[in-house]
């Protein structure tokens, strides 16, 4: 089994700035991909930021240039800037994961929430 656990989310105010962290532990092989998503009431989760192994990093057009996604070995980090309200939402970690019992599979954070006022 592989477990992500995410931390370092919580309320600021506009122009603002938090850390997001992701540990995934357990059985892991290899982890292929890293990234963060986030989710508001009634609306579906989006991409906010991916790390693959090797390859290019995404960022959603909306936060270019005020997030920075890293990894260091198998945890994942967010770094927010310049926060806005519109980016008050559920961030939640993603990881696509090569284990060594079950083979690949993608895992999900519990999530944490991001608060930003005006």
């Known amino acids: 089994q592989v477990q992500l656990v995410e931390s370092g989310g919580g309320s600021v105010q506009l122009g603002g700035s938090l850390r997001l962290s992701c540990a995934a532990s357990?059985?892991?092989?290899?982890?292929?991909?890293m990234g963060w998503y986030r989710q508001e009431p009634g609306k579906q989760r989006e991409l906010v930021a991916a790390?693959?192994?090797?390859?290019p990093t995404n960022y959603a057009d909306f936060v270019k240039g005020r997030f920075t996604i890293s990894r260091l070995m198998n945890t994942v980090y967010l770094q927010m800037n310049s926060l806005k309200p519109e980016d008050t939402a559920a961030y939640y970690c993603?990881?696509?994961?090569?284990?060594?019992?079950?083979?690949?599979?993608?895992?999900w954070g519990q999530g944490t929430q991001v608060t930003v006022s005006s």
């Open positions: 993603n990881a696509d994961v090569l284990a060594w019992v079950g083979g690949r599979r993608n895992y």
């Open positions: 357990g059985s892991i092989r290899s982890v292929l991909a």
């Open positions: 790390l693959r192994s090797g390859g």
